[in-house]
């Protein structure tokens, strides 16, 4: 090659520049960037997984679509540090609560309608108004939960008026009637919701954000732990 010394330094230099930039943008390991060797590591073992065994393009397809709802809402409303921590204390809840409920499901609805009201105040107070982020997303908006709330905080209300009695002793037996109810109000707000988008964006949406709001728990765990676990 024809290069002058000012040439071969004028090469030096922009090498040089090159991988600093790429070091800053964490294309090596090194101290500033601890977990990306473990996450690169994941990402190799899945696609490897996925190239032994192949996954039908529809499935890949609504899998994607299921993550790409999941990461709209996170964006939208879950910002706040906070409220993450109330998702993880709420989602770890829900997910025992769906192993309990096929033998207690009177505490695994009381349980879970605590942590939904934890989840909700994250929402509620500690993000700022997202209507118009909301407008874009499949699920109920703040409106429509706070009336869903109120319902349910209305049904052991209703139950204590009609038996005629205000005691800690009538709430005790009112615990698996009332938690009953709750479990088929949580039923029709979800059948309703399906329904609602089969309707207006058809059976495959309504699929998704089935699925995306049964495995929120799981995946609000797996995402906003490691924030918390990371060491100070």
């Known amino acids: 090659m024809d290069f002058t010394e000012k040439d071969y330094s004028a090469l030096q ?3 040089v520049d090159a991988a600093a930039t790429m070091r800053a943008d964490g294309w090596w390991l090194g101290a500033d960037h601890p977990r990306r060797e473990k996450t690169m590591r994941l990402r190799l ?15 890949r397809s609504f899998y994607t679509e299921v993550m790409r709802r999941k990461k709209d809402d996170h964006v939208a409303s879950h910002s706040d540090t ?8 709420s989602s770890s809840v829900f997910l025992g609560c769906y192993a309990l409920a096929f033998w207690d499901l009177t505490t695994a609805m009381w349980a879970g ?5 934890l989840r909700q105040i994250g929402h509620a107070i500690l993000e700022p108004p997202c209507h118009d982020k ?7 908006n703040t409106r429509n939960k706070t009336m869903i709330l109120g319902t349910y905080l209305a049904i052991p209300i209703v139950n204590l008026v009609w038996s ?3 005691s800690g002793e009538a709430l005790r037996q009112l615990a698996a009637p009332v938690a009953l109810q709750w479990f088929v109000w949580t039923g029709a707000v979800v059948a309703g919701r399906v329904a609602y988008l089969v309707w207006a964006r058809g059976p495959r949406l309504a699929l998704v954000w089935f699925v995306k709001l049964a495995t929120d728990p799981l995946t609000d765990v797996i995402a906003y732990s490691p924030r918390f676990l990371r060491p100070a």
């Open 13 to 15: 230099t922009k090498l």
């Open 164 to 166: 005629g009695a205000w």
């Open 45 to 59: 073992i899945r696609e490897m997984v996925a190239a032994l065994v192949p996954v039908p393009r529809p499935v």
């Open 134 to 140: 909301e407008a874009t997303l499949l699920g109920y």
């Open 113 to 117: 309608l605590a942590a939904l009201f």
């Open 82 to 89: 906070v409220n993450q921590l109330f998702h993880i204390v």
